[in-house]
């Protein structure tokens, strides 16, 4: 009999090091952040600014870490319940991982005060956001039982 690799066990061992490997990911993904904005405020002077008279805010290193870590552990989230429910739950999440960046765009684009500002924050979401979609992906659940 064949088993698909929905139903093929997993040992608790590789489990531990797929929730490991995918909470290093968020942290990875958040630190990334971190680094873009180190790179574009402190380095190259760029005010982080958004929204527009009363509701302007600065982008901080906090807001940057916080968001980033939140929006990390949905991703997580997501991805453990489609790949309970489906087969090809991976794939799914995927795609609308990539879909999702590609939608996020649309805050700064919208919010930024300066092209400066646009280009760092629109950096910013692109480097988390591939490091979540390609690092939460990873590794294929065939590799994960190799550990």
């Known amino acids: 009999m064949v088993q698909t690799l929905k139903n093929a066990p997993v040992s608790r061992t590789s489990g531990r090091v ?7 990911t968020v942290v990875a993904a ?14 190259l ?3 982080l600014g958004v929204g527009s008279g009363s509701a302007a805010q600065t982008v901080g290193p906090v807001s940057v870490l916080v968001v980033s870590l939140l929006g990390g552990v949905v991703a997580w989230m997501l991805l453990a319940v489609l790949e309970r429910l489906f087969v090809r739950g991976r794939l799914i999440w995927q795609i609308s991982g990539w879909a999702v960046l590609v939608l996020s765009l649309a805050g700064p684009a919208g919010l930024a005060q300066s092209t400066g500002a646009l280009i760092g924050l629109i950096a910013m979401h692109l ?3 591939s ?6 992906a990873w590794p294929p ?7």
Do not use: N, Q, T, Y
């Open 18 to 24: 797929g929730r490991l490997l995918r909470l290093a």
């Open 127 to 129: 480097v988390v956001g």
């Open 141 to 147: 659940r065939a590799a994960a039982r190799r550990f």
């Open 45 to 47: 002077g760029v005010d």
């Open 30 to 43: 958040s630190l990334a952040g971190i680094v873009v904005w180190s790179i574009c405020v402190p380095v």
């Open 131 to 136: 490091v979540l979609v390609v690092g939460l």
